[in-house]
């Protein structure tokens, strides 16, 4: 992670990320349930008929999958702020990602303790209530209040410096409106 001082330039560019170990436990679980699904193709001693053998099969293979790269996809978060925009990029591929310009946000607060239970797991989460989050381990945050009324909440490793640089790259271009 690099960081940038408070008093940084805005042409400067601060990156930050947060990482869960513990969902590689998760990925290892589906890659078992993939295992699974392919010794049972290869080397089975089934005798109940072909249709319960390829519905054992697909879905094993179809859970492993659906397991192994819904977790992938959330081990860890990047965030990237430059003088015009926030991107958020998942995984290691970078999907699901979200960019948002800086002229979008009214204000970034550090949130202390974010939680993947007060959002329903871990992962990119929508909830009526409380607005859209990128969920990929518990501890600090930041959220974006955004001018439409929505809210923003990313898990991040050091937050309050994230918080710190994107409200001051908010001042010169919000011309007073935080």
């Known amino acids: 992670m690099r960081d940038h001082p408070e008093n940084s330039s805005p042409s400067e560019v601060w990156t930050g990320r947060a990482t869960n170990r513990m969902q590689w436990l998760l990925a290892l679980v589906g890659a078992a349930c993939m295992a699974l699904g392919i010794e049972l193709a290869v080397d089975s001693a089934w005798n109940s008929g072909v249709a319960p053998l390829v519905m054992s099969v697909v879905g094993c293979i179809a859970a ?25 990029r998942c995984g290691h591929i970078g999907l699901p990602r979200r960019r948002i310009p800086l002229a979008h946000v009214a204000g970034a607060e550090f949130v202390p303790h974010v939680t993947p239970r ?14 859209t989050a990128v969920v990929v381990r518990r501890g600090e945050g930041v959220v974006l209040r955004l001018w439409d009324g929505h809210t923003f909440t990313i898990t991040i490793d050091n937050a309050e410096t994230a918080v710190h640089v994107i409200r001051d790259r908010l001042r010169p271009s919000a011309s007073g409106r935080v």
């Open 64 to 88: 492993g999958l659906l397991v192994l790269f819904g977790t992938l996809a959330f081990v860890h978060v990047a965030v990237r702020v430059d003088h015009e925009c926030l991107e958020v």
């Open 118 to 131: 007060h959002w329903g797991g871990w992962g990119y989460r929508w909830r009526p209530e409380k607005g």
